[in-house]
């Protein structure tokens, strides 16, 4: 019995040990790029460590993911999928990097559709896929257009003030406002200011 106490006590302080490596190397390469003084290739050689430590942590992941070349990170942020699938986020970020690659495919309209299911009304899911959609605006089919129309509106109509302005900010700043105005979805016209039709 005091073997197994004994065997529970070391295991546990192993994967505590692990954890607080893990966390300790990412708390370093965070405030590294924080300090102006990133090296990308280093901090992706430590992350690629802690993850060997823990393959499990979806914020490690979530940071290599961020500095891998875009063709590299479309497997992480897959993998981010699976580990955290009821994340919002991590889908908006799949739809965004499969966008920046040029590809619409069955996939990214699969991350847009669980990105918009599971935040809705999360702030950063909406301005990660408005920021992701107007570069390429012209290469969405119609539906995924109207998708993007209909949750931008959801944010400016929101009785949250949290991030509104930053969203229509960026709808203003990446020349969206027009056809999120002309959206026959908008009930309250209040924010469409001179971009009403």
Known sequence: MIRITV??????????????????????IVGRELSGRSDSEWALDRLQLAVKLDSRNPDIHALVAKLQPPEESLSTYRLLTQLIPRDGLVWANLFARKLQLGRLDEEARQALDSALKLAPYEPLVQETLIGSASPRWLMLDPATKQKIIEMAVRALESKSHYRKSEIRQLLVNRGLMWPVCASPRVVDHAFCGRYRH
């Open 7 to 28: 065997a529970l006590v070391l295991l546990v302080a192993v994967w505590m040990s692990v954890s607080v490596l893990s966390g300790g190397m990412i708390h370093r």
